[in-house]
């Protein structure tokens, strides 16, 4: 009987994994139509008192949406007091929902990836997963990696999708 050999072990390919890049901190909205004066405007003193007395620990290495979905006038500072008291405890803030969060988490994450690890390698990004990666991570990762990679496909190592390849130099 002859033995069974994993070629796609021995190839290679290079797995990528949006999926681990994923921070993987609590997501939560912070709605300022809560902190508003029957819902409509935003009372500078009473708003003061709040963030002064609020416990912003329970923020802690989460990552937070920060939004007002009244229909409301909210000054500029408002986003940016809270800002402050977010900084010393949350893993991440953005303005913006919890998509927006979702993708700067990951415009940071990729950020972060040395692309020389990639360098003349053949590229798979991985597709399927237990956790919805957002369509932007793909794009993204096609931006940052097809300078640099001999080729880059989707899927998994034993069933790919070829999306680039580098032109061969006479």
Same mark, same amino acid.
């Given at each position: 009987? /002859?033995?069974?050999?994993?070629?796609? @072990?021995? !190839?290679?390919? =290079?797995?990528?994994?949006?999926?681990?890049?994923?921070? +993987?901190?609590?997501?939560?909205?912070?709605?300022?139509?809560?902190?508003? #004066?029957?819902?409509?405007?935003?009372?500078?003193?009473? #708003?003061?008192? #709040? =963030?002064?007395?609020?416990?912003? !620990?329970?923020?802690?290495?989460?990552?937070?949406?920060?939004?007002? /979905?009244?229909? @409301?006038? =909210?000054?500029?500072?408002?986003?940016?007091?809270?800002? !402050?008291?977010?900084?010393?405890?949350?893993?991440?803030?953005? #303005? *913006?929902?919890?998509? &927006?969060?979702?993708?700067?988490?990951?415009?940071?994450?990729?950020?972060?990836?040395?692309?020389?690890?990639?360098?003349? @390698?053949? =590229?798979?990004?991985?597709?399927?997963?237990?956790?919805?990666?957002?369509?932007? @991570?793909?794009?993204?990762?096609?931006?940052?990696?097809? +300078? $640099?990679? /001999? /080729?880059?496909?989707? *899927?998994?190592?034993?069933?790919?999708?070829?999306?680039?390849?580098?032109?061969? $130099? &006479?």
């Amino acid at each position: 009987m /002859s033995e069974l050999i994993n070629k796609v @072990a021995q !190839s290679a390919l =290079v797995t990528l994994n949006l999926e681990l890049l994923l921070h +993987p901190g609590e997501r939560v909205v912070y709605d300022i139509k809560d902190n508003l #004066f029957h819902g409509l405007i935003l009372r500078e003193k009473d #708003f003061r008192a #709040f =963030v002064k007395e609020h416990d912003w !620990s329970q923020y802690a290495g989460k990552n937070v949406a920060i939004i007002c /979905s009244a229909d @409301a006038i =909210v000054p500029t500072w408002t986003y940016m007091l809270l800002a !402050s008291k977010l900084q010393n405890y949350a893993n991440y803030y953005v #303005f *913006g929902d919890l998509e &927006a969060l979702e993708q700067a988490l990951m415009q940071e994450a990729i950020a972060k990836i040395d692309v020389e690890e990639y360098r003349d @390698a053949k =590229v798979v990004v991985k597709g399927c997963g237990s956790v919805p990666v957002p369509t932007y @991570a793909y794009v993204e990762i096609m931006r940052k990696l097809l +300078p $640099v990679t /001999s /080729s880059l496909m989707y *899927g998994e190592p034993c069933s790919t999708v070829p999306l680039y390849k580098k032109p061969k $130099v &006479a």
